[in-house]
């Protein structure tokens, strides 16, 4: 699916372990200069996307948010199709493929609902602190997270000011 990609890739959900799935999306940004959206939803992600989003997070054509709240389903559209991922207890997920324009622009509605509700990951710091392996100790503390991430926003806007604003002296 995100291999036939070729303007839009929004992903809903905190849980990819899939190395081929990351992948292909990385290529679409790479060599089709494909946009990438990424709604963390959850208190973490596992350390195979943590490795994928640092990989992507400078990259002009990635916007990366997240949300304490697990309250959406797992997604991914593009201007193509769109797949709804069911959960399941097991690592393989069963989901259902909706192809065509008209499903596409219903759930990229959808997702950017969310995405705009949701705080602006920015800086690979912002990406580790969610990871399982590498921050093991703000696993489940939201409140942590969120200030870490607020704090990383806050730093990276402050960077890109101070490299815009005109030099005086």
């Known amino acids: 699916m995100v291999q036939e990609a070729n303007e839009t890739i929004m992903a809903l959900g905190a849980k990819s372990r899939a190395s081929d799935y990351l992948r292909k999306i990385e290529e679409a940004i790479e060599q089709r200069h494909t946009i990438y ?3 963390i939803d959850g208190a973490y992600i596992p350390h195979k996307l943590h490795e994928h989003l640092q990989r992507v997070v400078a990259n002009p054509n990635v916007q ?4 304490p709240r697990e309250k959406f389903g797992n997604l991914t559209v593009t201007e193509n199709e769109c797949i709804i ?3 399941a207890p097991y690592l393989k997920f069963s989901g259902l493929l ?4 008209a499903n596409s622009r219903r759930y990229t509605q959808y997702f950017l609902e969310a995405f705009s509700k949701a705080l602006p990951v920015r800086t690979e710091r912002a990406i580790e602190v969610l990871c399982d392996k590498c921050s093991p100790g703000t696993v489940g503390n939201v409140a942590e997270v969120r200030q870490i ?3 990383e926003l806050e730093a990276s806007a402050s960077g890109l000011q101070r490299r815009f604003e005109p030099d005086l002296m």
């Open 85 to 87: 991922v069911f959960p």
């Open 149 to 151: 991430i607020e704090e």
């Open 37 to 39: 959206y990424r709604l």
């Open 64 to 67: 990366i948010s997240w949300t």
């Open 98 to 101: 909706l192809p065509g324009e």
